[in-house]
């Protein structure tokens, strides 16, 4: 089992910058695949990007803009935020992958209780 916590949301202006975090525990933190996803109020989950061993892969939506990047001695893994707009306002989770494709919430087993990012203009 794998239980995964986020932190870093906050208020953020547009165009600014955030780093959020997901650590892990319960598990082989290095073996783990790792998806950030986002929930707008009304809006499904977003897919957002995923990382592997070393290979990452994003949405086209946030790609140039969002980076996710690992530090396994922390057991954490990170999204940084740029460039921040109004619509990036969402709750965001991190998740354990599964199987199958990494852009499906469904293909993730283990979820955080997501962290809280409100833009303002």
């Known amino acids: 089992q794998v239980q995964l ?9 547009a165009g600014g ?22 929930q707008a109020p009304g809006k499904e989950r977003e897919f957002l990007a995923v990382i592997l061993l070393t290979d ?12 996710i990047s690992r530090d396994n001695a922390k057991n ?9 707009k109004s619509e990036d306002t969402a709750v965001y989770y991190c998740a354990s992958h599964r199987l199958g494709i990494y852009s499906v919430a469904g293909n993730y087993d283990y979820w955080g209780q997501g962290t809280q990012v409100t833009v303002s203009s």
């Not at 910058?17 to 986002?38: I, K, P, Y």
């Not at 994003?58 to 790609?63: C, G, L, T």
């Not at 954490?76 to 921040?84: C, E, F, G, P």
């Open 5 to 13: 916590v986020e932190s870093g949301g906050g208020l953020v202006q």
């Open 17 to 38: 910058s955030l780093r959020l975090a997901c650590a892990a525990s319960g598990s082989t933190f290095s073996r783990l695949t790792v998806g950030w996803f986002r």
């Open 56 to 67: 990452t892969y994003y949405a086209d939506s946030v790609k140039g803009r969002f980076t």
């Open 76 to 84: 954490t893994v990170y999204l940084q935020l740029n460039s921040i």
